[in-house]
């Protein structure tokens, strides 16, 4: 049985780290959300026609578009923010929470990471005010739950 896709969620501090966190889930107009992995993949083949494969790296991103201001909505205020005072380096700074819950509400798992949120512009169509954003993911990875009805992460004692 495949797993169906409201259970897996994506948290944003919306206090940019200035305070108590405060997550904000996305997805409310959002179709589709993926967390692209961006694996930098070296491919070689040896002088004995063997290939060989290194993964070197990841450059994680995600990009919530469309994202709609919304007036009351913390996360809203922070992008529109950014976005008028191109904002840079630590202003753009928070962390995000992926999880994945099972239908009765447990959390399987979370992972909270540093995170630089860059918006991508101001304006859209009739149906309102659009600012997609792209979330790059800065590291600092670690495992832990995740509560949906506090909005609170827990980091894994594996991970202490």
């Not at 995170?115 to 600092?140: E, M």
């Amino acid at each position: 049985m495949s797993i169906e896709r409201k259970y897996l969620a994506h948290y944003i501090d919306s206090s940019f780290s200035t305070g108590t966190s405060a997550y904000v889930r996305l997805g409310a107009d959002l179709e589709e959300y993926n967390v692209e992995l961006n694996p930098d993949v070296e491919t070689k083949k040896n002088i004995l026609g063997e290939n060989s494969v290194r993964i070197k790296g990841y450059e994680v991103s995600g990009e919530p578009d469309p994202y709609y201001s919304e007036y009351d909505d913390a996360l809203s205020k922070k992008i529109l923010d950014l976005a008028n005072e191109r904002a840079t380096g630590d202003t753009c700074k928070t962390t995000v929470v992926d999880a994945l819950f099972k239908a009765d509400g447990t959390c399987l798992w979370a992972y909270k990471e540093d995170a630089i949120i860059v918006p991508k512009s101001i304006g859209g169509d009739t149906s309102g005010v659009q600012t997609p954003f792209t979330v790059h993911y800065a590291g600092n990875r670690v495992k832990g739950t995740f509560d949906a009805d506090s909005k609170t992460f827990t980091k894994s004692e594996a991970s202490a």
